[in-house]
T-cell receptor
Framework: DSGVTQTPKHLITATGQRVTLRCSPRSGDLSVYWYQQSLDQGLQFLIQYYNGEERAKGNILERFSAQQFPDLHSELNLSSLELGDSALYFC??????????????FGQGTRLTVV | TQLLEQSPQFLSIQEGENLTVYCNSSSVFSSLQWYRQEPGEGPVLLVTVVTGGEVKKLKRLTFQFGDARKDSSLHITAAQPGDTGLYLCAGAAGWGKLQFGAGTQVVVTP
């Protein structure tokens, strides 16, 4: 158990809909990262928040947005869903903002299926 | 676009054999990490290498960072079925941006 909690574990929704994925980081970790993992693209960095503020952005679509709340949990909002958005979405947390040199702890992921 | 190329994509070996997984890039990374991911789970960090030429050992796993900090390898000695998993390398490409390779699926059969 990494200490990072993601909910829900599975989500099935229709095209055009909007969903919210939730992540609770490890106790004391200030940074939250979101990744998308699909079969053909591997793990893709979406966005990072550090202590409530956006710190880094990857290839995140405009239809996607995220935020980190004062209690440090984070939500990833996916809207106008398309079939191609079906993937595993992972959240990771680390104590500091520099994920490269510090250990990052990944949650178990949310499997999103768009039908 | 994957900045990190991993090879091979898939590796199936018998218990007790050795294996090597490679991670190559044209970019220089300030550090490189190796993760193992099992089905239904998130990636778990195995090691971080920072210095060019660095070699780190974790029991039967040996990790090497290339002198130019563009490539890395993971060698497993006397593989066991418990080593089965998806091995991912990831390079630090700026603040918070950890770029992952596509992974090498390793299957160790008894």
């Amino acid at each position: 158990d990494s200490g990072v909690t993601q909910t829900p574990k599975h989500l099935i929704t229709a095209t055009g809909q909007r969903v919210t994925l939730r992540c609770s980081p490890r106790s004391g970790d200030l940074s939250v990262y979101w990744y998308q993992q699909s079969l053909d693209q591997g793990l893709q960095f979406l966005i990072q928040y550090y202590n409530g503020e956006e710190r880094a952005k990857g290839n995140i679509l405009e239809r996607f947005s995220a935020q980190q709340f004062p209690d440090l949990h984070s939500e990833l909002n996916l809207s106008s869903l398309e079939l191609g958005d079906s993937a595993l979405y992972f959240c990771a947390s680390s104590p500091t903002g520099g994920i490269g040199n510090t250990e990052a702890f990944f949650g178990q992921g949310t499997r999103l299926t768009v039908v | 676009t994957q900045l990190l190329e991993q090879s091979p994509q898939f590796l199936s070996i018998q218990e007790g054999e050795n294996l090597t997984v490679y991670c190559n890039s044209s970019s220089v990374f300030s550090s490189l990490q190796w993760y193992r991911q099992e089905p239904g789970e998130g990636p778990v960090l195995l090691v971080t290498v920072v210095t060019g030429g660095e070699v780190k050992k974790l029991k039967r796993l040996t990790f090497q960072f290339g002198d130019a900090r563009k490539d890395s390898s993971l060698h497993i000695t006397a593989a066991q079925p418990g080593d089965t998993g998806l091995y991912l390398c990831a390079g630090a490409a700026g603040w918070g941006k950890l770029q992952f390779g596509a992974g090498t699926q390793v299957v160790v059969t008894p």
